[in-house]
């Protein structure tokens, strides 16, 4: 299933026809004011023979949504993708090419201004789908781990796959509502932003080869950038919410699984840019309401994470500073867990705070790491978890009790460093080879088994700059570490090259990124008959107009210092040319010295905004237009 889909467009009516299913048919009508559509399922008997001649005629592979534009409807068609992943476990594709087209070729006529809006809406959805790896299967629950998968009960089996995918991880889900109204279960395909990687026949040691499925998949509630997107909604959803699921599949037809997630701290925070190379953090004053929401958060989490019985540990690692902004952020996640410890059914809630900074500040204090695998309280929280595992009939052997719930302020660099520590301590567990193996404190950053190590090491850096760049728009920092085991002078600089980037992409497209994104999952539904939401500037001409303004500036402080600054020394002339030497001597020395002091005088303004912020900051960042969350108190 998949190929062999075409879609007809008519004025005002739309078929969607599969010509691998003996003759299935979707039939979209246009309501008389290009407003509204309405949704039905059809034989071939069935479709009216009146909505016109020559009809647009595109062949496609799936639906992945439609949305309500000003001119009227659209639909996003899968119209190529690739096999991904393809064995007797799973099967995954990957879409490659996503085409957005107007549902009907009738439209509602548009004003320039509506226009113009119309276009920016097209082009930001163009962007979402651009900055996303989506995957999806017309046969696997992709969106659901192997631990889930074996809570599937006999009479849940049968039921469609869409209705089974979890809604965390079901991206287009808000998408194809009207679908799901009729029952239209065929054409209803989820779809996932993941990263996914298998490397198959991995030899661990002799007589011991396994494949490894590795599968990290974003949570789209909640979803968005770096520092527009913090902390937890009333929903009791955290910002950059991801689950990494570590499969083992041997030659035998056993499997064996290990979960993990990460996910901003689930208190109410915010740290919105201004310029300021680390934002203030703000947290709400309110505890009440963090303890609220995470108390729906931890929740969730025992449900979704618990094992056979419904009981779950909840090893919470917090790795952020002990001290300023993350400190106090730091203190507050502690104090709201305190008080729900206790109070959530079925939960065992565990929480470590790590100072990853303060362990591995100093040379050669990497090893520090192994400090947090072997601490009694998590070492113990770790062993009562164990791992996920099925025979080749099905029959479980071992339930997965909880998870490893890893954050720092980003929940990326700091936290994939971590994370892969604990996927290499399940591995060895998984593979029945603990007993072979210290694991008191030996093979926590590194395993015996060098050609293992290199595969390993090489899926999780890829993890963790796939996790970046959907969150930060750059690669992993720390990633020489995860990939070599050790901090390297080559992955410093590239630290500092992706540091500056993400300054750039944080201050000044990420507002426009954030747009496309709440476009894209359907957080935002364009109104036609409101206001435009769009200011009259873009993140481009944003920032070029106040750079614009910035070298005027700088052009009037050096042509004062120029005009004002008196001359280094007086001086006498003999005849006309020692004048004009001196002139040019006098002139070039005035010249100089001005662009000094105006490059001083820069240089500090360009420090204070970028250390300290400003209201010039607040000025020239972008920030979301489109779903736009309320500043802080004292925020512009």
């Known amino acids: 299933m998949g190929k062999g889909k075409v879609l007809k467009i008519y004025d005002s009516h739309a078929v969607f026809e599969n010509l691998e299913s003996n003759g299935s048919f979707l039939l979209v009508t246009q309501s008389k004011d290009s407003g509204m ?164 026949d991995v030899v661990i040691e002799e007589g011991i080869t396994v494949s490894i499925l590795f599968i990290s998949r974003r949570s789209r509630f909640r979803q968005g950038c770096r520092f527009i997107k913090r902390g937890i909604d009333d929903n009791g959803h955290v910002a950059n919410f991801a689950e990494a699921e570590q499969i083992l599949l041997f030659p035998d037809g056993r499997i064996s699984s290990f979960v993990q997630i990460r996910g901003s701290i689930p208190v109410k925070w915010q740290s919105p840019v201004h310029m300021r190379y680390e934002p203030l953090v703000y947290i709400e004053q309110d505890r009440t309401k963090s303890v609220e ?33 993350q400190g106090r952020l730091g203190v507050e996640y502690k104090e709201v867990t305190d008080q729900l410890r206790g109070k959530v059914r079925n939960a065992n809630l565990v929480y470590e705070w790590f100072d990853f900074h303060h362990e591995t500040k100093q040379k050669g204090q990497w090893r520090n790491l192994s400090k947090l695998v072997v601490n009694p309280k998590v070492a113990e929280a770790f062993k009562d978890m164990k791992f996920f595992s099925k025979m080749p009939n099905g029959t479980v052997t071992s339930w997965q009790r909880g998870t490893i719930r890893t954050n720092c302020m980003d929940n990326l660099d700091r936290t994939n460093v971590v994370q892969t520590l604990f996927a290499r301590r399940s591995l060895i567990l998984q593979l029945g080879l603990a007993q072979r193996l210290e694991m008191n404190g030996a093979h926590i950053l590194e395993t015996p088994w060098k050609a293992f190590e290199t595969i390993f090491k090489t899926m999780w850096t890829n993890n963790a700059n796939a996790m970046s760049m959907g969150y930060t728009g750059t690669g992993a920092l720390k990633a020489d570490f995860t990939k070599t085991g050790k901090r390297t002078i080559k992955g410093m600089i590239n630290d500092g090259v992706n540091s500056c980037k993400r300054y750039y992409i944080n201050n000044f497209t990420d507002g426009v990124k954030q747009d496309a994104i709440d476009l894209l999952i359907g957080k935002y539904r364009p109104n036609p008959l409101g206001p435009s939401p769009f200011s009259t500037r873009t993140s481009q001409q944003s920032l070029s107009n106040n750079f614009t303004k910035i070298f005027v500036l700088i052009i009037i402080i050096f042509t004062t210092l120029l005009l004002l600054l008196p001359p280094i020394a007086p001086f006498v002339a003999s005849d006309e040319a020692d004048i004009l030497e001196r002139n040019i001597r006098h002139l070039q020395t005035q010249f100089a010295l001005s662009m000094v002091i105006a490059s001083v005088i820069v240089a500090y303004m360009t420090y204070k905004i970028v250390k300290k912020g400003s209201k010039v900051g607040e000025l020239m960042v972008l920030h979301p237009e489109l779903c736009p969350e309320s500043l802080p108190p004292g925020r512009a």
């Open 37 to 200: 559509r309405e949704f039905s399922k059809k034989s071939k008997e069935q479709i009216p023979s009146d909505m016109g001649a020559n009809p647009q005629i595109l062949p496609f592979e799936t639906i992945f949504g439609f949305y309500d534009l000003l001119s009227g409807s659209y639909v996003a068609l899968v119209i190529e993708s690739e096999p991904y992943i393809n064995n007797s476990a799973i099967n995954i594709r990957k879409a490659k090419k996503v085409l957005i087209v107007p549902l009907f070729r009738q439209a509602r006529p548009l004003s320039d201004v509506k226009q113009a809006d119309e276009d920016r809406y097209l082009k930001l959805l163009n962007l979402g789908f651009d900055e996303h790896n989506f995957y999806f299967s017309y046969t696997s629950e992709i969106t659901l781990t192997q631990q889930r998968l074996a809570k599937i009960s006999q009479r849940q089996a049968n039921d469609p796959l869409w209705s089974k995918a979890d809604l965390r991880f079901f991206w287009n889900r808000d998408l194809i509502e009207e679908l799901v109204v009729i029952h239209a279960d065929e054409w209803i395909v989820p779809f996932m932003s993941a990263y996914i990687e298998m490397r198959s």
């Open 293 to 325: 929401c995470a108390y729906k958060h931890f929740s969730e989490l025992t449900e979704k994470y618990g094992d056979d019985s419904g009981a779950a540990t909840i090893l919470m690692i917090n790795l952020v500073d002990n001290k300023k902004d």
